[in-house]
């Protein structure tokens, strides 16, 4: 059981730092990308600043910790099944 859970919390930090290198990716090359006309939010701005700083450490840190621990995960489940 203790694996499952493991290999769980690596699937969701793989895929928030995947999300964090996507929105810093998109905020990198477009510095309005995530604004609206008329609105500030600040913690939005914030987050998306965040993200621009970090975006491509997270990316190679983020991608193969998900792809690994998602193999990982379903080789468990494949041996467990047999």
Known sequence: MKGR??????????????????????????????????????????FGSFCARIWLPAGIIGIPLFLVSLIVSLVREKKEKE
């Open 5 to 46: 859970n493991s290999s769980a919390v690596a699937i969701f930090i793989g895929l928030l730092l995947i999300v964090v290198f996507a929105v810093g990716l998109a905020v990198e090359n477009n510095p309005r990308a995530l604004t609206r006309p008329h609105y500030y939010d600040l913690a939005l701005e914030q």
